[in-house]
């Protein structure tokens, strides 16, 4: 097949970049000097051999992150970041990732490496097997791998653009095998440029194998190898699989999957599905970490993988197939163990590719890689300018585990920085963030089904459930939220029920409100649009008001909606209850913008002060928002006799705004604790009268001394459908409720049961 | 207690018409030419002798037409036009309701008058006792009970304005006492204004007791009165329970509800709940039928009532009550038993208390009552002016039968002229008004909880459902209706669950659709915006796009929303399923607005003859839109080398829209039975797979003949959850599918088990 004139085919064109991608990428627990971890693999992290994201490779020490499988480079680092923030938190606070392919120094003992302390009984025994025939220090190595596949459409376009291959699958087949075998030839390519293995730590050889620097330790013989023996054809997928079979048969790998060659190919779980199903797709292992990068791999690496596989494919392959791959395996060992910063000896072919890769982005009409050709061309000029130039060059002011270990630092510092955060998700809503947070953490597979709208698919083995905006879901029946979504409706039925409520009227006309004035005059009372949020259009009046007045009132409020409501004012403090499944998870209490004075900073200085705390930001990515100092703060302090420059006494709180949003720069206060049952069953019950499961519903409470059962003892101001969840994570004072858990575990019972 | 001081307290004012009303009013059914039915009740009425609507009185042709209680004199005829409305269409279509208190000609043997069939075996006793005692004719008059209950605020307001009684409960029966004994007192009043029962029919009277006509036969001696033993004390709550339970034990009544008197204090379902509740309201029972108005009874006379009784609170009774009481009894006789024509001898009484209610009006600052107070002015000047007078009249040209089958006549045609609408409710959603139709058909009480925003709670023994636009319910869960909102993410699921659905890309800014302009130029596709609906912003490439045209369909799809899907085009048909718990229930086709040449008439006069059908209308109020001719049209028309006055050949179908939407004049044709298994079983596996259980789910299907299973047999284009239901309830063309009474049915199963 003419795979270079396949590939420039206008009906192939438009795909040529259609791929998915993943990456499991292996990482040792150390402690913040860099000693390997001596604790357990963490807790908090559902301990499943399964768990689809966070697994233990050999050691206890090892971590594996695992990501999905994704059609973008930038999913692909949203998911591998995201891992890692979990990963990181979900660890004790004093361990960090190390962030080198050599493992750090390991025990004097090779028995005190402590196997990973699986469930499954076989896969103990696989590492058991593995740690006789290899030793345990070889398995400590770790590594990227990363899984490559052709978008379906291109190669479906490339099958429809030849003629020899009447077999769809057959052609898939054929195609990977190219791709394969040209990849094992040219892999010393990869190992120059991004092999970053160059010494190890004390403890790792037994004796002096290896003393000089190299390029990649772990691309070596002196690496993650199988035996000389292992030899395996890439000539045909008949020949790949009988040739494993027949290793596994002679006792040469104990199981396929011990199989250690730079690339494997995927039909399945087994190796035997690829008789089925064909190749799926290739797992590219010879990945050293990259230690300058916080996720062991960069975008750069990436996009440079996917074109030099596209450039593989376009490139012809030697006739002789089987001896094609073991010169290449002689070339990638030559590659290897050169010199770090020695110039390669295959330099020149090394330019050639270069310009061939940079021939068919032309030829392809690519899009433009001009900075990717410029930094390999200057890493193939510079060799210290490679990754394992780079390390072995810092590693010679102190040492490679000095500089292993702050790197790791950096790294560990950048994961706690924001801990409300969910790195690669920065910009979805804050609780949904979180939400995520602890789906990973508890094995549950997430999909976006949409970003934007914060929309979410979670999935447990079988178990499907559908979220958005973090607390929308299937436990909810639809006429409950639109019952919420209406204050007239929701105070009917909560009043029907024998609830209190402001009582009230609704009008659709300025006409119809004044001839109603006389029943509202002389009492406390509000005027507010119907359906509009965030205070908009509303007039308090706490004594009652003149006609003109409310006149004014009730236009302002016939602005934001087409009705508008009267409602009697109830005194007390609002409190915003988060019930889930008839059950009150947190109270909290929200107070209006506000500094305490210290006698000697103005109020300007105030808040500046108090909007450095790093939970403050803006636009709810963040579980507080900075108080602003604009024009309705400055009308709120005027109002109180105070400028922006005004220095209040020591300990007096000043407020800037009248109302206690969070979004306006509001607190909020855990008072979970305080509240008594009565108001919580007042909170459940009224919930479960609307037939809602998850509730944000807020009570106005003159005295929570007071029984619950008086008169006028509480009031209900509206029951909301999607209440924020994050400002109860993360309040501003109290204690830290974690609601997005609840949500998960309320989504998925069987987590807890298990 | 001085009621005209604490009337007239400025802390009651305010709460002066507050009120609560209902109406039971019992009418007969007779056929086309005024003859007494001999069918039974329908059956399409449940027959439910607790049907909170529809009952039967003494007689299987006597129908009772009960309103829920409300809180304005607007709501209560709305409740009683809509109550009108099922009960007509519910009837035989030859059958009528008779408009006149006194029946039509009754068969010459009493016996053959049919006591209604009821389920209940003590309710078939009880009217066969009554037919003993009083013998079926006096059971066949009809009339209108009016119950009031005066406004908790008020009545709480006046116990705050006087310090005679400490007890609320007390205050209240005094007050109820009050205005019974001078409802008792003046009732005179009532029957000289709308007495309306002058003459009896053939049969009615076994001998010639009443040769004359009179003002009410029926408030009369001669009407539906219990014998002159039949005596009870208003003096005190205590002596008008005593006197009655008296009554029942010296057998002068079988029951207590056999008490006919003019008023009944009401304290629940017994008068012994008197004793413990107190008095909850009136019920007055001495209301003629008013033939002139549909319902029985006009809203003037309702206002006239309210105000004759606020009067009546206001106005000093006389020392002595019973003998007061027994002193109106003697008056209303012998106005009862004037002559229609004749000036009554109370008239300068009641001039005078007309002068009183108008003064009082005044006085208490309550609203304009001017077209009343001339309007009794007239009738007490000229007696042909009152409902007897009237009736007297119009019956001295004909017969009073004839006069009243003319009067049957119109209501029925009213009644049956739109079909698809329930009176009193007209304003709202066309579904919303076939889904309360089956309820109140169904015996299903519905409270209208926010009417703008069609929001029901429908309420059947204690089971309680609440319904939005008709179909958005309980049944349903929050997240797939959200599900639903998004079009990407209901693709997506749908693809993941093996569904047939348009590829496509999802885009947010212009120039990540131009990048992707390949991928559809040669092919057929459809760009539309995101969210928006009713094809707004969509164009569609059936043979593929030049680059330029892509890019104007993208920059107007922007326009809509901010994101913007580009999609393949699905040749075919698209058909509406809808969907309810796993089964279609209806397939609809939609055929743009069109009109059918006969060779004669432009197009311009097809179109103004096709928008004749009552079924079209404006603003989805009716099943089916007129059809515009407006600009779009006559472009659409241009395209095909027409103009509004061409003149299409016979048979030939002009389209005058390309959008098959019923909203701009398209035809809806059912093909429910045309559809062929398969492609229902995909409508309801993908409604399945989107978790929801009410759905209108649209498929293109090229050709209904090939298996659903063939590759691209069909493609899912979008899921409603919202599926409008009044389109296959009255489709243009085939069959009608009562799509509200399967919803009804779903709510509440209990309906078809019982």
């Known amino acids: 097949m003419d795979f270079k004139k396949m590939l420039a085919n206008d009906r192939v064109k438009s795909y040529l970049l259609k791929a998915r991608y993943g990456i499991e990428k292996e990482s040792h627990r150390v402690d913040l000097s860099g000693n390997l971890a001596k604790t357990d693999h963490p807790k908090s992290i559902t301990l499943k051999d399964d768990h689809p994201y966070i697994q233990r490779d050999f050691s206890e020490t090892q971590m594996e992150l695992i990501t999905p499988v994704t059609e973008t480079v930038e999913d692909l680092f949203h998911s591998l970041a995201a891992i890692h923030d ?102 010393w390519f990869v190992t120059y440029f991004y092999g970053a293995s160059p010494q190890s730590e004390k403890n790792f050889f037994e004796d002096d194998s290896l003393n000089e620097p190299v390029r990649s330790i772990r691309g070596s013989k002196y690496g993650y190898a199988n035996s000389d023996d292992v030899q395996v054809s890439y000539s045909s997928i008949r020949n790949y699989i009988s040739d494993l079979a027949s290793l596994v048969q002679r006792g040469l790998l104990s199981e396929e999957k011990e199989f250690y060659g730079p690339i494997r190919l995927r039909g399945g779980h087994h190796v035997s599905d690829l008789k089925d199903h064909g190749i799926q797709y290739i797992e590219l292992r010879n990945i050293d970490l990259n230690p300058f990068e916080r996720y062991g791999i ?123 955060q969910l790195a690669g998700f920065t910009d979805m809503e804050l609780s949904t963030q979180i939400l995520m947070f602890d ?175 790093p939970l403050r930001g803006r636009d709810h990515r963040t579980p507080l928002e900075t108080i602003q100092l604009s024009e309705l703060e400055n009308l709120m302090l005027k ?41 919580k069953k007042i909170a459940v019950d009224a919930v479960a009268a609307l037939g809602v499961k998850i509730c944000g519903i807020d009570l106005i409470i003159e005295d929570t001394e007071v029984p619950a059962a008086h008169k006028n003892a509480y009031g209900i101001i509206e029951a909301n459908f999607n209440p924020s969840m994050y400002m109860h994570v993360y309040p501003y004072k109290g204690k830290s409720r974690r609601l997005t858990m609840h949500i998960i575990q309320y989504l998925f019972p069987e987590l807890l049961q298990s």
């Open 439 to 613: 789906a990973i953490q508890q094995g549950i597979q997430i999909e976006i089904l949409d970003r934007q709208d914060q929309f979410l698919k979670l999935k447990l083995k079988d178990h499907v459930e559908y979220v958005k905006n973090g607390n929308m879901t299937s436990k909810d029946n639809y006429v409950s939220t639109l019952i919420m979504e209406n204050k007239t409706v929701t105070k009917k039925i909560l009043h029907q029920h024998g609830f209190r409520v402001p009582k009230g009227e609704e009008f659709q006309t300025v006409e119809q409100a004044i001839r109603s004035y006389h029943l509202f005059s002389s009492k406390p009372f509000v005027v507010k649009p119907k359906t509009t949020n965030y205070g908009i259009g509303i007039s308090i009046f706490k004594d009652g008001a003149k006609e003109e007045d409310y006149l004014k009132a009730i236009t302002l409020a016939f602005k934001e909606d087409h009705s508008v409501l009267v409602e009697e004012f109830m005194k007390g403090t609002e409190y915003r209850f988060f019930v889930l499944n008839d059950q009150v998870l947190a109270v909290l209490l929200r107070i209006p913008a506000n500094v305490k004075g210290d006698g000697k900073q103005t109020i300007e200085e105030l808040v500046i002060n108090k909007n450095r705390d």
């Open 298 to 420: 960069s975008d750069e690496q990436v996009e440079f993988l996917h074109l030099f596989l596209l450039y593989l494919l376009w490139k012809d392959e030697g006739d002789h197939c089987d001896e094609w791959v073991k010169l290449g395996d002689s070339y990638n060992e030559i590659v290897a163990l050169e010199h770090p910063l020695a110039r390669t000896q295959f330099e020149v072919d090394a330019n050639k590719m270069i310009d061939e890769m940079e021939k068919l982005v032309e030829t392809l009409d690519l899009p433009v890689y001009d900075r990717l050709f410029v930094h390999l061309r200057e890493m193939l000029m510079d060799p210290s300018k490679t990754l394992a130039g780079r390390l072995y060059k810092e590693s010679e002011k102190s040492s490679q585990s000095q500089v292993a270990t702050l790197i790791s630092k950096e790294n560990h510092k950048k994961s706690w920085e924001k801990p409300y």
């Open 86 to 187: 979990v990963v990181y938190r979900s660890m004790d606070e004093n361990e960090m990732l190390w962030p080198l392919s050599m493992p750090p120094q390991l025990p004097e003992k090779e028995e005190e490496i402590v196997i990973a302390k699986l469930e499954n009984v076989e896969n103990v025994r696989y590492r058991q097997i593995l740690s006789q025939t290899y030793g345990n220090r070889k398995q400590m190595v770790s590594g990227i791998h990363f899984n490559f596949e052709f978008g379906e459409e291109l190669v479906q376009a490339l099958f429809r653009a030849q003629s020899e291959f009447k077999d769809y699958q057959q052609f898939k087949v054929e195609m990977y095998l190219k791709v394969t075998r040209n990849y094992l030839h040219y892999r």
């Open 639 to 679: 109002g109180q006799g105070y400028q922006m420059d005004s220095i209040p006494e020591k300990d007096e709180i000043v407020y800037l705004r009248e109302n206690s949003n969070i979004s306006t720069g509001g607190d909020s206060i855990d008072v979970t604790d305080l509240i008594p049952d009565d108001y």
